[in-house]
């Protein structure tokens, strides 16, 4: 059976994690689902890996959302616990300590919009589009789409999308925050790997804290993130990297950051 979820080093530091079921527009099959959750679990478990770039293979989708072809033969219970495990699937790439970034290479509706609002951050072709458009199934986003979505643009803007269930353009979706970047399709990848190039040359212990400090602090009172920013930061001062970052500063050089 073919591989629906590959994994490639693209550098010392960063990997490709590719849904590749292009002939189904990448959708959110129980194999594909099973594979990218064994991904994340790889990814855990390699403390070389400082960058993730999660994209889709082809040039026409990043994830059309979920299989409908393989859900046309559940029943109800069965169509409930498949939405629970593509949330499953979502939560644990968002809990990678690692930056992830979406590389939306095609187009991300549904499932394959809420896979890539649990990324840390969203890099668009500029001649896609992408929307959440459960509401014309006569169903809602399951998977994290109507809390992800509405914290990310808005909750005027969310219920915009979603009611109308009307995917938006590239344009619309960079303007509107979904993507923080936008590219044309022959240079996204080129600039995702240089965007992960950079975050990769940074301290990897302060990136970690960093995502650490903003996603435990960022539904709490601003006392309380402050106290997350605090814990931290605190915990990047005993750590080797931070005496070489200093020590390169003093020497005029780029520092290189070992993780520990």
Not at 46 to 66: E, Q
Not at 89 to 96: D, G, I, P, Y
Request: glycine share 8%.
């Amino acid at each position: 059976m073919a591989k629906t979820v590959t994994i490639d080093r693209a550098d010392e530091y960063a990997v490709i994690v590719t849904l590749n079921r292009p002939d189904a527009a990448n959708s959110l099959s129980h194999q594909m689902l099973d594979e990218l959750q064994e991904a994340v679990k790889f990814i855990e478990s390699d403390r070389n890996v400082r960058v993730v770039l999660l994209t889709g293979s082809g040039a026409k989708a990043f994830c059309a959302g979920a299989d409908l072809k393989e859900r046309k033969g559940m029943d109800d219970e069965e169509v409930i616990e498949t939405v629970e495990k593509i949330g499953d699937t979502v939560k644990m790439v968002e809990a990678l300590p690692v930056p992830v970034i979406a590389v939306m290479n095609g187009v991300a509706f549904g499932g394959g919009l809420e896979l890539a609002l649990a990324c840390d951050l969203r890099m668009i072709s500029s001649v896609t589009r992408v929307g959440l458009t459960e509401t014309s199934l006569a169903i809602i986003p399951g998977a994290g789409g109507t809390q992800r979505l509405s914290r990310l643009i808005g909750k005027g803007n969310a219920k915009a999308m979603i009611y109308t269930a009307r995917p938006v353009e590239a344009e619309r979706a960079y303007s509107l925050g979904i993507a923080e970047y936008m590219h044309d399709p022959q240079f996204l990848m080129d600039e995702a790997l240089e965007l992960a190039g950079t975050i990769a040359r940074n301290g990897p212990i302060a990136i970690r804290e960093a995502k650490t400090a903003i996603d435990s602090g960022i539904e709490k009172s601003l006392e309380e993130g402050l106290k997350k920013e605090s814990d931290s930061y605190r915990r990047t001062i005993p750590t080797k990297d931070r005496k070489e970052g200093l020590q390169a500063f003093s020497e005029k050089r780029k520092p290189h950051y070992r993780g520990e």
